[in-house]
């Protein structure tokens, strides 16, 4: 006698319909929009004011925290003014930045000036403090100068911040 192997009816599982994946919508401060345009534009001022009051004074070169402070507030003038003008044509052509590596170099662009130029504006404040507070010599050196470009850079960084969170956060609920 032959085997036949027995048939059992089976159900067919239930149509479900796929929803649609919405797209998160742009917010400000993303890339592309005018928020993020507002930062980087916030950011570049803050830098170029900073580096022009420094490199006004003739000794900012003999302090290697002032130079250090002139070389990490000048990559963030480029890196805002590149960025600044990637917005300026997105807001243009009314399209934002969603290319997750696109995204990912910002972030990691933006956490690598905004690190710098806080890094920079710590060492400055604390050189600059040493001068006015312990040594007492504001007289012979240029303090107020010192602290306004320190005070600038301290505010390009905090331009800088949202600018990183936002790109970081962004990639992250990918």
Request: glycine share 4%.
């Amino acid at each position: 006698m032959m085997s036949r192997p027995a048939v059992h009816p089976v159900e067919a599982p239930p149509m479900t319909i796929a929803a649609p994946r919405v797209r998160m919508k742009d917010f400000q401060g993303m890339p592309g929009t005018l928020g993020s345009l507002l930062l980087r534009l916030c950011q570049l001022v803050f830098a170029v004011i900073s580096i022009c009051v420094m490199v006004t004074t003739s000794d900012f070169p003999t302090v290697t925290a002032f130079s250090y402070l002139v070389a990490a507030v000048g990559l963030q003038i480029i890196w805002s003014l590149v960025l600044a003008i990637a917005d300026v044509y997105a807001i243009l052509v009314k399209r934002s930045f969603r290319n997750a590596a696109v995204v990912s170099l910002f972030a990691i662009g933006d956490g690598i000036t905004s690190t710098l130029t806080f890094a920079a504006a710590c060492s400055s404040a604390g050189i600059t403090v040493l001068i006015s507070n312990d040594l007492e010599k504001c007289k012979v050196n240029h303090c107020t100068r010192f602290m306004s470009a320190t005070a600038m850079a301290f505010l390009s960084w905090f331009a800088a911040s949202p600018s990183f969170f936002v790109n970081f956060w962004s990639l992250a609920s990918r």
